[in-house]
């Protein structure tokens, strides 16, 4: 035999003894969260991934939607609607991992008087994380104070301590993008809660204080799911967010309604024919996002009116889910009864 077969050959065995050891030898197993147990004994590498929420805009409910326009058209204000004089968004949150939203001029942006101060209470709790500020019981307590009894003098302060700049930094941020230009802007806070001229009016429509229904409503959900800073600072912001001190628009909307395990977060503003109002609300199961802007005298008062009649919707599509459960639990227990055979004797 020549030389050259024979290195053929013994080239051909050394290739397959190297992947017959390739194919026997142990190897490293990969497992993602939720971490699995080592299976074989192999050495297992965990890849922990971040639990992503779902982006409220596109989960739009057109049965909800449906309904939010002919409530609307019950209150006539879809006058209001056209003029773009009013803005609503409601997001079901009962499953926050399947939201549901309807709005009408979700993003136009209003003036929102006090309610972006909840942008200033999350750039403070960025600014606690980061540990650039303590939180203290006078912290916890002039925040309190700018939330739940809307103080100026209090929201002037906690402005001063963050930083302007830095709250509105925070809200363009990729992690957050609450002012966002692709969606005409959204939480801006660019001025004192006190006389004096503004430090930054927002890029696109020079407000001072300004909003979108949906961008505020996003606020919420990102607060619920545990997103804004980290789950345990979103905690203590829904914490200061409760027990609203202020009785009017949705609080004064949904107190007729006697809920008596009704837990309400909430932020308003009011400022001359400028009203808005913001909330998570909970009640008998239900979970949801309401927020609404106007720019009308009688906005307050639309507002009070507007509440009751998104919490019936929320109430409604939860019934109808109720019924379509029990009738299919009833289905299901017919279908496991034992059917009688020909051969049994009925008694009568």
């Known amino acids: 035999m020549s030389n050259k077969p024979r290195m053929a050959i013994k080239l051909w065995f050394r290739l397959m003894t190297g992947l017959l050891f390739f194919m026997l030898a142990p190897h490293k197993s990969i497992s993602v969260e939720h971490s699995q147990q080592p299976i074989n004994n192999h050495k297992s590498t965990t890849i922990k991934l971040k639990k992503t929420h779902p982006a409220i805009r596109d989960h739009a409910n057109p049965k909800m939607q449906k309904m939010l326009e002919q409530h609307i058209a019950s209150l006539h204000l879809s006058g209001a609607i056209r003029d773009k004089r009013l803005a609503v968004a409601l997001v079901d949150v009962t499953n926050p991992a399947s939201p549901s939203m309807a709005q009408v001029n979700g993003d136009e942006m ?25 939180l203290d019981n006078d912290l916890r307590k002039t925040m309190t104070s700018m939330i739940r009894h809307s103080s100026n003098k209090a929201a002037t302060e906690m402005i001063r301590k963050v930083g302007g700049n830095y709250i509105n930094e925070g809200l363009e941020s990729p992690k957050y993008k609450l002012y966002d230009p692709n969606h005409n802007g959204g939480l801006w806070v660019g001025k004192e809660y006190a006389s004096g001229a503004a430090f930054h009016r927002d890029p ?7 909003a979108t229904a949906i961008q505020t409503a996003r606020y919420y959900y990102l607060l619920e799911t545990g997103q804004l800073v980290s789950p345990k ?26 809920y008596s395990d009704l837990q309400m977060y909430r932020k308003s503003g ?19 996002i309401a927020v609404a802007l106007a720019r009308d005298p009688k906005g307050g008062q639309w507002m009070k009116k507007l509440i009751h009649e998104m919490d019936a919707i929320i109430v409604s599509l939860h019934a109808h889910d109720a019924d379509v459960a029990s009738t299919d639990a009833l289905g299901s227990l017919a279908s496991a009864e034992p059917q009688p055979s020909s051969s049994s004797k009925h008694l009568m």
Do not use: C, Q
């Open 110 to 134: 209003m003036y929102a008087a006090s309610m972006p101060k909840i942008a200033i209470l999350l750039a403070a709790f960025e600014r606690i994380a980061a540990g650039k500020l303590p």
């Open 204 to 210: 696109l429509h020079h407000l001072s204080h300004g």
């Open 233 to 258: 600072y979103s905690h203590e912001m829904k914490n200061i967010l409760s027990k609203p001190g202020i009785s009017h628009k949705f609080v004064k909307g949904l107190e007729a309604s006697h």
């Open 270 to 288: 009011t400022w001359r024919t400028y009203h808005a109002d913001s909330a998570l609300i909970e009640h008998g199961g239900r979970r949801y």
